[in-house]
C-alpha cells in the first residue's frame, strides 16, 4: 500500500530515517550503503527513489493510476 500510494517517496524515507525500514524492509536503507560499481550513480538509494518516481508517472499515463504487478 505504501507503494502504490500518493506519494510514496515521503512513505519510505520516513521508514528509513526512522530505522523502522531496518525491521521491515532491510533491503532499502542497504541501498545507501550500496556503491554502484559502474559510478554512474552516486547514491544508489536516491536513484532507486528518482526510478520509482519515474515508474509511478508512467503508470499513471499508461493505465491511470498504479499497476500492481509493475
Known sequence: KLVMGAYPRRGLTLLVDTG???????????LARERDEHHR???????????????????????????LVS
Do not use: M, N, S, W
Open 20 to 30: 523502522l525500514a531496518e525491521l521491515v524492509l532491510p533491503e532499502l536503507p542497504a
Open 41 to 67: 550513480h552516486k547514491d544508489v538509494y536516491e536513484h532507486t527513489q528518482t526510478v520509482l518516481e519515474q515508474a509511478i508517472d508512467q503508470e499513471q499515463e499508461r493505465f491511470g493510476g498504479p499497476d
